[in-house]
């Protein structure tokens, strides 16, 4: 066998990447639920900032979702730099890394993308992609080595780009308000978890449910719901459960995380205990 691939002609097929490997291995978290509205970005955005405020965990934040609330979430921690998210995953011929497409931010240890407004297009693009679902995962190879944590916030739907969030996942986080097209939602995406197990990616495991927006003063509907999902979620249902609280909401309007905006509200500290929480399922 003269194994051309390997030896020579690899050159051809795909350059070397620029960066060293680090010391660190991340693990990548995918937020993820098949539902709009149900505390996606709220949740990565102020889970990244707590692991990286009060654990000192080096964190990349990355959001798959074209919608780019991410970007409008931190709009004023953002420093500029980094390349579309966009043109790391359409590159199939340069070496590129995530790591090209990482900006800093005003909250030491938390790195994200800059906003981009071309990952509409790039769903489409990938799948006309050979391995479709695994480009995001080879993206990470090295860019991994450099982080503590990956969060991943995934759309709401069940396309190439959560499919590609999906299979570079080790957990998913599936966040989930008290109601009953969110329970719903839940359903379908542990089923597509399951599947994603069995046929891409055997190292995914779920996080759990995280109850979010739990609304203090409708408790009849809360209390249905709420038990409907301990007994069918059990242990998978996280013991750290998210108020509705307006902090959350302003602080995602006025572009900085909860702890910037507000580090003695409700939503603070609820957030704080959830990054608490991941650090101990984390060991
Ligand atoms: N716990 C909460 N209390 C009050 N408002 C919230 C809470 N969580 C999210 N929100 C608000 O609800 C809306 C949807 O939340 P978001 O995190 O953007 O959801 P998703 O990413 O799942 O679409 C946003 O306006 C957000 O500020
Ligand atoms: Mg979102």
Redesign the pocket.
């Known amino acids: 066998m003269r194994n051309l691939l390997k030896v020579g002609l690899r050159r051809f097929v795909q350059a070397q990447s620029r960066y060293a490997i680090g010391d660190r291995h991340a693990v990548v978290i995918a937020v993820a639920?098949q539902k709009?509205?149900?505390?996606?970005?709220?949740?990565s955005v102020n889970l990244a900032a707590g692991l990286a405020r009060y654990h000192n965990k080096r964190v990349l934040l990355v959001d798959l979702d074209p919608q780019g609330?991410v970007a409008t979430a931190l709009k004023c921690q953002i420093h500029p730099g980094g390349q579309p998210l966009s043109a790391i995953l359409e590159d199939d011929k340069n070496g590129t890394e995530l790591l090209d497409a990482v900006t800093t931010t005003s909250i030491p240890g938390l790195d994200v993308p800059p906003y981009d407004d071309r990952l509409t297009a790039t769903e489409d693009l990938l799948g006309t992609r050979i391995g479709k679902e695994m480009i995001l995962k080879d993206k990470i190879r090295i860019t991994r080595s450099h982080y503590d944590v990956i969060l991943l916030d995934c759309p709401?739907h069940l396309g190439n780009l959560t499919i590609n969030g999906l299979c570079a996942a080790d957990q998913v986080l599936i966040?989930c308000d008290p109601s009953p097209l969110a329970l719903k939602g839940v359903e379908a995406l542990i089923h597509s978890v399951a599947t994603i197990a069995a046929r891409l990616n055997p190292e995914i495991d779920l996080m759990g449910v995280l109850l979010?927006?739990v609304d203090g003063r409708n408790t009849n509907l809360n209390t249905s719901i709420v038990s409907q999902i301990e007994e069918s979620y059990g242990e998978g249902l996280l013991p750290v459960r998210?108020?509705?609280?307006?902090s959350?909401?302003k602080a995602?309007s006025e572009g900085r995380d909860i702890f910037a905006f507000d580090q003695k509200c409700r939503?603070a500290s609820q957030y704080r205990a959830l990054a608490d929480h991941v650090v101990e399922l984390l060991g």
């Open positions: 639920a709009g509205g149900v505390g996606k970005t709220t949740t609330h709401p966040p979010t927006r998210i108020g509705i609280n307006s959350l909401a995602q939503g």
